[in-house]
């Protein structure tokens, strides 16, 4: 989780996708393999892990956070 408040600065900076993606890249198997050791599923949790993401998308600019507010705002999404 090194880069993740370096990656939402310049995200929030420049609203460019490429920050967005590699937050994605960085955050996808963490929040998929929470959700396949909830539910044993594949594509339930590929489901779970892309509403999670578009609910990031679309509320990130919204926020100010740094990556420990970062990482409780993913994980509280998640429910």
């Not at 989780?1 to 939402?8: A, N, R, S, V």
């Not at 993606?21 to 050791?37: D, G, Q, S, T, V």
């Not at 599923?41 to 892309?50: A, N, V």
């Amino acid at each position: 989780m090194k880069y993740i408040e370096e990656y939402l600065k310049n995200y929030n900076k420049s609203k460019d996708t490429k920050w967005f993606e590699k937050i994605y890249n960085l955050m996808m198997p963490k929040i998929y393999r929470f959700y396949y050791l909830k539910t044993f599923s594949r594509e339930l949790s590929e489901d779970l892990t892309s509403e999670v993401f578009i609910k990031v998308y679309l509320n990130l600019n919204k926020t100010d956070l740094n990556k420990k507010s970062f990482m409780a705002w993913i994980y509280k999404i998640t429910n």
